[in-house]
Each structure stands twice: as structure tokens, then as C-alpha cells.
């Protein structure tokens, strides 16, 4: 663990605890509540590929807002803030159109928050961000804790609780943002003179394509991995225990990040992190019905999001120099978590009802694929 006089560890911690719990809330049991509004495949689609969506504009606008001013903190307070008042909109409708502005209000000031708290959290780790997974891994925890509670209270209150739940993780959001110092020297003047350098060479490239191409194989995932459990007939509270072993998986990851970064290198982290992805969306699409096939394709979520995460993070920093590490985080955000999990949420909600569940899956594992076939062909 850091120390807790060079970094205020436990305030970061705080933070990710509550932004991930909010998300654990969200992203498993959201469609269940949509679908308890009467909407069909394809509109939970469109609105789960909103709130990704606007990660493709949010992150870069404050992002360069950071950079430039030099108050990442005060984006992250501002945007947490927002984030709050415009999803307290979802209690004033129901309808398609109404949740579709509250979702792309909301999710514009939410998805402002993370990419620039990652920055602050690399800031303050300074030569030791290699130790960022032991700071990121309480947002695990957040999501963890989230999704188990979340999966026994739906169980017996239904999805009408899950609002209020989520405005008041948002609350706490904003509450914890208050805690966390500004890193001196955020944002400034920096090196951003070689930014068009950096983002013409063929490694960066690269890696933003392998970034959006797995976020977009986790589509049929975070869209529709609860409703695909309900109709394999798994029961709410075992999907959220489902969600939860992909978690701890993830946590048992980044407490040992450190050490696989110095054995292995990011580049063949990231690369089998993919291929074992590929592996993960064809084991649900064929086997669905055998919960052990079910509890390994969860542990794997170590690899899709944990190593994989891990790597980039590491990659990320490496490529983009002091001054643009916002706009570094940014991008990142805005092409894989924002254009891929659009991109992959909009195609499962159309592929689901015409190919089917299964058939959505199985593309899901090819992309991860393509993904693994890009990092190793030109990611130097």
C-alpha cells in the first residue's frame, strides 16, 4: 500500500469506491429498469449506446478545459455535481424520449468526471504510478458491493428502487470529489506543442484502435448480460453474484498489476488480455445454460477489463507527455469506454432481436480477436 503521507490514498479511494458502485448500480440492473418501463431491446440499446456515447465528446471538451486551466478538480466537482441534477430528471418521466435527454444530460457531465480523476490520481502518484491499480482497485470494491446489495433488493422491491440507489451514489460522488486536493501543477502550458506528433505515430494509433474495438466487444455485456441471465433463467441476485465474481477477479488483478507489468511488459499484457476475452464472449454464447462455464467465463473478466485496463492505463502515460495527460486520459475514455461501448451497445440491441443472443456474442469474441490482431501487427 502507498504511503499515506506522499498521496492522499484514502481520499482517492473514497472516490472510486462511490464512482464504481454508482456504475455497478447502473450499467447491470438499468436495462432491468428500462424493461420495467416498457421499453424494447432495441431502445435499451439506444440508451445504454447514449450513455456511452457521450463519453466520445464529454471527456475531450473537459479534458482540453483541464489542461488549459488547470483545475482538473474543479471539472470533477463541477461534473459530479451536474451529474446529480440531471439524473434526479428521471423521476419526472417514463417515457422513451424524456429518459433519453436525461440520459444524454446526465451521462455528459458523468463521463466529464473519471478521465480527469484518473489524471489527478497519476498526478499524484508521480514515479510510483505503477502502483495505480492498488488505488483503483476500492472502485472494484464500490462495484462489488453495489451489485451484490442491488441483486438481493431487486429480487424482493423490484427495479423501482434502483433511481433513488443511483442519485444517491451520484450524491456521494460529489461529496467525496470535495475531499480530494488538486494536484499542484495540473494542467498549464505542458508540452503540447508535439501533441499532432504524437497522435500520427502508428503505436498510438493502434493502441486507440485495440481500446475501442474491446470496449466495443463488451456491448451484449454491459447491455444485456442481466436480461440474458433472467432468460437462461438465473434469478437477479445470482446475475449480481455473477457481476460480482468478474469484480473480485479484477481486484485480485490489479494487486499483482504492478509485478505483471515488470515481468511481461504492457504490450503482451494487453494482447493476451484480448485473446482471452474472445475466449470469455464465446464461452457465454455457447454455454450459457452450465453455471460453470458461467462462473469461468466471470473470472475472466481478470483479462477483459483488468490486465487489459491495467495495460492501457500504463500505455496511455507512456505515449501522451506532461501537459496533455487529460487529454491523454480523454481519449482514451472517449474511444474505447465512449465510441466502442456505443458502438458495441447500438449492434446488440439490433443484433440481439434479429440474430439472436447467442449469435451476438460470438460477433462480440471476433472483435475481441480483431482487437488482439491489430495490438500485435503494429502496436510497437
Wanted: hydrophobic share 55%; aromatic share 12%.
Amino acid at each position: 500500500m502507498l504511503a499515506v503521507r506522499a498521496v492522499p490514498y484514502w481520499r482517492l479511494s473514497a472516490f472510486y469506491l462511490l464512482y464504481f458502485a454508482s456504475l455497478g448500480a447502473l450499467i447491470p440492473y438499468w436495462g432491468l429498469y428500462l424493461r420495467a418501463q416498457g421499453l424494447d431491446a432495441a431502445a435499451i440499446g439506444t440508451l445504454m449506446a447514449v450513455l456511452a456515447g457521450t463519453k466520445i465528446v464529454a471527456p475531450n471538451l473537459w479534458g482540453w478545459i483541464a489542461d488549459h486551466a488547470g483545475v482538473r478538480m474543479g471539472i470533477v466537482r463541477l461534473g459530479a455535481l451536474a451529474a446529480a441534477v440531471c439524473f434526479a430528471g428521471v423521476f419526472a418521466g417514463s417515457g422513451y424520449g424524456w429518459l433519453l435527454l436525461v440520459t444524454a444530460a446526465f451521462s455528459f457531465f458523468w463521463n466529464a468526471v473519471l478521465p480527469q480523476f484518473e489524471a489527478t490520481t497519476l498526478g499524484h502518484l508521480g514515479e510510483h504510478s505503477h502502483r495505480y491499480a492498488h488505488v483503483r482497485l476500492w472502485g472494484s470494491v464500490g462495484f462489488i458491493v453495489a451489485v451484490g446489495a442491488l441483486g438481493r433488493l431487486l429480487d424482493r422491491h423490484g427495479p423501482a428502487l434502483l433511481p433513488g440507489v443511483i442519485l444517491g451514489l451520484l450524491a456521494g460522488i460529489w461529496l467525496a470529489s470535495l475531499l480530494v486536493p488538486e494536484r499542484a501543477g495540473a494542467g498549464g502550458d505542458g508540452a503540447r506543442a508535439g501533441a499532432a506528433a504524437v497522435l500520427r505515430r502508428p503505436a498510438v494509433l493502434a493502441l486507440l484502435a485495440v481500446v475501442f474495438l474491446m470496449q466495443a466487444s463488451h456491448g451484449p455485456y454491459y447491455a444485456f448480460y442481466t436480461l440474458y441471465l433472467v432468460d437462461h433463467g438465473y434469478s437477479r441476485e445470482a446475475a449480481g453474484w455473477l457481476w460480482s465474481l468478474g469484480v473480485v477477479a479484477e481486484i485480485g488483478v490489479f494487486l499483482v498489476m504492478h509485478r505483471l507489468l515488470a515481468r511481461y511488459g504492457a504490450r503482451a499484457i494487453l494482447i493476451a488480455s484480448l485473446w482471452l476475452a474472445a475466449a470469455r464472449w464465446l464461452l457465454i454464447a455457447g454455454l450459457a445454460e452450465q453455471p460453470v462455464v458461467l462462473v469461468l467465463a466471470q473470472t475472466l473478466h481478470a483479462a477483459s477489463f483488468g490486465s487489459y485496463h491495467g495495460a492501457a492505463m500504463h500505455l496511455i502515460q507512456r505515449h501522451f507527455p506532461d501537459g496533455w495527460e487529460g487529454r491523454g486520459q480523454a481519449l482514451y475514455s472517449s474511444l474505447s469506454f465512449g465510441a466502442g461501448g456505443a458502438v458495441g451497445s447500438l449492434a446488440a440491441g439490433h443484433l440481439w432481436g434479429s440474430v439472436g443472443p447467442e449469435a451476438t456474442y460470438a460477433l462480440a469474441g471476433l472483435v475481441a480477436a480483431c482487437g488482439a490482431l491489430v495490438a500485435g501487427r503494429w502496436l510497437r
